[in-house]
C-alpha cells in the first residue's frame, strides 16, 4: 500500500535517493535533511500509513526493536550522549510529514537542539475525568 504523492513513500521505496543509514524489507533509516542535531535519523516504513493510529502491531513491534538497535549503533558512530525518540501524530502534535515515521535525535551535552516542553500540573480535575473515562473504553 503506496501513496503516489507522498514523499515518504518515494523515499522509502528508493525512488528519491536518500542518506540512508539502514534498509530491510520492512523500513529505510534516512538522515533527517532539517536536523535537530547531528545525526537526526527518521525511520520510514516501506508501506504508507499516516500514523501511529493506522499502523499495524507487526510493523510497530519492529519499529521499536530497529530504534533500539539504530541509537545503539550510532550512539559509538557519534559519540552522543543520549537520545530523544520521537514520534508525532496530526498536525497538532507537529506532524508535517503524513507517512508514519519515528524520529531518532541525538543529544550531546549543552548542545541547542531545544527539544521540550512546558511543565504543568496535573489538576485533580483532570486526573479524575481521565480516569473515569479510560475504564469506560476497552
Ligand atoms: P514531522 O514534523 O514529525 O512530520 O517530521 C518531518 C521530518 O521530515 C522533519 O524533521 C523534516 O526535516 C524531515 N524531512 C522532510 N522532508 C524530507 C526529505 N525529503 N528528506 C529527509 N527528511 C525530510
Ligand atoms: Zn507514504
Not at 52 to 78: G, N, S
Amino acid at each position: 500500500m503506496r501513496d503516489d504523492n507522498c514523499i515518504f513513500c518515494k523515499i522509502a521505496n528508493g525512488e528519491i535517493p536518500s542518506a540512508t543509514l539502514y534498509e530491510d524489507e520492512d523500513f529505510r533509516v534516512i538522515l533527517d535533511l532539517g536536523p535537530a542535531a547531528k545525526g537526526h535519523a527518521l525511520i520510514l516504513p516501506k508501506e504508507h500509513y499516516p500514523n501511529l493510529y493506522e499502523l499495524p502491531d507487526e510493523l510497530a513491534k519492529k519499529d521499536i526493536v530497529l530504534a533500539k538497535k539504530m541509537i545503539t549503533k550510532m550512539t559509538r558512530v557519534l559519540g552522543c550522549d543520549g537520545y530523544n525518540v520521537v514520534q508525532n501524530n496530526g498536525a497538532s502534535a507537529g506532524q508535517t510529514v503524513f507517512h508514519f515515521h519515528m524520529h531518532l535525535i541525538p543529544r550531546y551535552e549543552n548542545d541547542d537542539a531545544g527539544f521540550g516542553w512546558n511543565i504543568g500540573e496535573l489538576s485533580d480535575a483532570d486526573k479524575e475525568d481521565i480516569l473515569t473515562k479510560i475504564k469506560e473504553i476497552n
